[in-house]
């Protein structure tokens, strides 16, 4: 893959790569962790499969977005920190424009929350997701059928139309 | 329209990064470029500021430091490292550790004071530094053996010179490490969750179809032999357990086992886990691959003192799994004291039974409105008692310490762990903000939803 062919190809997936970092990362670090994304994928190019590169540079986002968290916060709650990485927005984010999806959003957990994000904000098929993840797509659509029942339930109590 | 729909719809519209602008495209274009590093950068510098302090730092090992002395920081603490208050409101305020600034609804401010049975006499703890034991290849190798998994470490493709990963993957059985010394063997089963993918009318693929997991609590092994199939697994591998350490969780779908990961006789806060699938296979085990180098024995400031540095929130550290699990103290705990010892008297935790002091936990407050209050709701807190323990940190670069610090226990039922060592040693992040939030943001419109 030349470097034109790559720029082009990835070029094309930058307005979805800006986006899944800006609801993980701070505004500042976006275009660092987007560059070393690209820097990563420029190294591995010829291991993308073809037609995946969209859910290739999310899987290896999602690495790094854990990295970056790790390296910022440290943050060694046992339970939490040092498991399977979890790149999924926080309650937080998701607080500034309802509290109430903010308040069912922060009782599910890291995994749950990036299932049902990459489902509904990063618009992922259950294929997609599964590449992602790097878990079957049995595994996906069951995972994120059950995320998304426990999200429902826990706005049902608030009358979820 | 149907359900998913619309929490897709609701979702998509809380999206935070709306607005956000696509980057620039040369970010791709420097990419395929080949564009070099800088070759000297804030992240150059500070590395080998951090392995400069270490340096300082072997040259004082098994030396107590006065406190009247000024050495180089130990070592620089990540932002935000070890956020450990035992409270709800603690999910809610600083979950999201990679934001400078924080905003949150319902501005809490809280006053941090001592209570009269708070120690003011300081003390001496020693500082751990985590190592690596083994190389990460060599490691997968031999755990590929005793976990029966096929194929060779390689490096994973998100792995980067700074934060190097490896694992060995085959099917669904997975063997991962990490630069920062966890490992873990995960086993996905799909055949006990097989089932047939049906295609929904949007044209997403979704899996109504699967049959619902029956229960097999037969397959399951019993307590006694979870306990002998950690203490065997841990020895082959060669970590510490011991069956009154145990902490075993047994259903009809599965079961689950934690313990301390201790190293050298020291409890490093850190826990062990493995689980059970309902068909009674091994489906998860994690632990870590670094031991505990001493960095030296330093003085500690008080419990009185420590309590000043709660609100700074730069302080903390985690402590061991033990206090989250039942927040009442133990005043000879596991290890908990290994190493931070109070001075001539033990700290007032340790003359009371924080269990009898331990008041309920509050109860979660419904979310405020917010633009309903742009003055901070001041909550005063008492100090009413404290322990003396082990508190885990991360440096600036990822590396595990251990450090002496204190549980302390105020009069509302949870708790801050804060660590004691002196002004300088260590050099701290900036203060977090955290600020009120200016008020509700416009809804975005239905018609940016993309489904």
Redesign the interface.
Known sequence: MS??E??AL??AH??Q????L??????????EV???L?????A?KN?IPEGFALPWLY??A???VA?????????????AS???PVAA???????????G???AF?ALTGSEREL??L???E?L???EISLALE?????A??RL?RA?AK??TL?SDES?? | MNDDFDLKKRIADADPAKGFPTLNESVVAKAAAGHPKPSFSFKTARLALGSASLATAALVVSLTLPSALSPQPLFTMATGSGQASATSEESKVSADQGLDAMYWPGWISYEYVAGDELSDLGGSGEVYQGQLIEDPTSLLARLASIFQVSGSPVQDQWSTPEYPSYSITNGNTNLNTYYSGVWYYSNWNDRLYACEEVISEDGEATTPGCPEPKPTPELIPTTTELTNIVLSMSSQIGITADAASLTIYRDDWGAYASWPYVINGIDTGMQNYANWSSDGSLSYFSSYNFELISRGSFDTVSPRVAVSRISEGRWYGSPPESFYRDQQVVSNGLARSEGAVPAEEPVAANESSPAEDLPVEPEDQPIPVPAESQEPEIVRLTITSSEATMLSVWDAQGNYWLVPGYVLFNDQGWFDAVISLPDGLIELPEPMTIMPMDGIQEEPAVSEMVD
């Open positions: 470097p034109e790559f720029s990835f070029r930058l307005s790569v800006s986006a899944y800006a609801r993980r990362l701070p505004e500042s670090a976006v275009e987007a560059s070393e690209f820097e990563i994928a420029w591995k291991q899987k290896s999602r690495y790094l990295n970056y968290h790790r390296k910022e916060s440290g943050r060694s709650r046992i339970l040092f498991q399977e927005p926080s309650a937080e984010a998701v607080a500034l424009a309802d509290l999806l903010s308040e922060s049902i994000s489902w509904a904000l618009n098929t259950t294929k878990i079957s797509e049995n595994a659509g069951i059928s998304k999200l429902k706005l979820f139309d």
